[in-house]
């Protein structure tokens, strides 16, 4: 299973981007997906989640200002970032837990991170 981030870039404070994350390979189901954040020096954090029956979740820090969704069909996440500040600046990386086949384990993979720069 290999998950593939696309979308980070550049943008300035109080614009919009969207992360997308495709998921491939073989896969049964997936439960969870997310997205995670880790700016220079600091831990990897969450930033928001959804489950397979497309509940959320966010980090206090992205209330009102991030969308995160999923289209199942496609195995594919995305995070809707709007009214962006600096300290958004982060790589940014989308996990997903798969199920391969019926009878297996549920394993978390990880995408390969995409960086988002926040200028003020």
């Known amino acids: 299973v290999q998950l593939q981030a696309y979308g980070g870039g550049s943008v300035q404070a109080g614009g919009s981007l969207r992360l997308s994350c495709v998921a491939s390979?073989?896969?049964?189901?997936?439960?969870?997906m997310g997205w995670y954040r880790q700016a220079p020096g600091l831990q990897r954090d969450l930033v928001a989640s959804?489950?397979?029956?497309?509940?959320?979740n966010y980090a206090d820090s992205v209330k009102g200002r991030f969308t995160i969704s999923r289209d199942s069909a496609k195995n594919t996440v995305y995070l809707q970032m709007s009214s962006t500040k600096p300290e958004d600046t982060a790589v940014y990386y989308c996990?997903?837990?798969?199920?391969?086949?019926?009878?297996?384990?549920?394993?978390?993979?990880w995408g390969q991170g995409t960086l988002v720069t926040v200028s003020s």
């Open positions: 996990n997903a837990n798969v199920r391969m086949r019926s009878w297996s384990y549920v394993t978390r993979y």
């Open positions: 390979g073989t896969i049964f189901s997936i439960n969870d």
């Open positions: 959804i489950t397979s029956g497309g509940s959320t």
